[in-house]
């Protein structure tokens, strides 16, 4: 027995199939994040204190503390949660090459900056959530100074009260490896409130 099935409603079955299985698809990447205890958040748990910075080792025979780990970079993290209030980080920046970077605790990226973007020997970032704050002007009134600064002060706006930054520092050579590491034990994070903020730097 035939089938007598005209030729659009043939092609708009299979596209409406296709649709489905990409929306289906989609779904299961975008959820995926939020039910998997295997990512960097839920990893580091209990290795790590909530508003404090860890300096994070690759110790041999063990599962490194996050995914693709480079062995010629020193990384540290802090886990973040501002339900009491804002959060202080405190970095070198001693070249280009280092760089900082802020997630979600599903491992999102939505905030990077690097040496070479703030033009300063260290970076004070205050973490707030804050929608009315625009990342991206802050920045570039804070690069509007001519030169290397110090100190250069940023605020940036978290899209929820929990989250995590990264601090990434390339080892040039293993003969720097002490160098950087020192330079990394000098970065802190710590809750802060508004009224210490002019207070902060000093």
């Known amino acids: 027995m035939s089938l007598n099935i005209p030729i659009s409603q043939l092609l708009y079955k299979i596209a409406t199939i296709s649709v489905f299985g990409a929306a289906v698809h989609i779904c299961i990447i975008l959820i995926m994040p939020h039910v998997s205890k295997g990512n960097a958040w839920s990893r580091l748990e209990d290795s790590t204190k909530l508003n404090e910075l860890a300096i994070l080792t690759q110790a041999p025979g ?55 973007h703030v033009q300063s020997k260290a970076v004070n970032l205050l973490v707030v959530v804050d929608r009315t704050i625009d ?52 970065a802190f994070c710590r809750p802060v409130t508004f009224d210490q903020q002019a207070a902060t730097g000093r």
């Not at 009491?84 to 280092?98: E, I, K």
């Not at 001519?146 to 990434?168: C, D, F, N, Q, Y």
């Open 62 to 116: 063990r599962p490194s503390p996050l995914t693709f780990m480079a062995p010629d970079v020193s990384y540290a993290i802090c886990r973040y949660d501002l339900s009491n209030g804002p959060l202080q980080l405190r970095a070198p920046l001693p070249n280009d090459l280092w760089s900082i970077a802020l997630y979600t605790p599903h491992g999102e990226n939505y905030y990077l900056i690097s040496g070479r």
């Open 135 to 186: 990342n991206e002007k802050q920045e570039e009134q804070n690069l509007g100074a001519a030169g290397k600064t110090e100190l250069r002060e940023i605020t940036v706006s978290a899209p929820a009260k929990t989250g995590m930054i990264l601090i990434r520092a390339p080892v040039p050579k293993p003969a720097f490896a002490a160098e950087v590491s020192a330079l990394l034990k000098q």
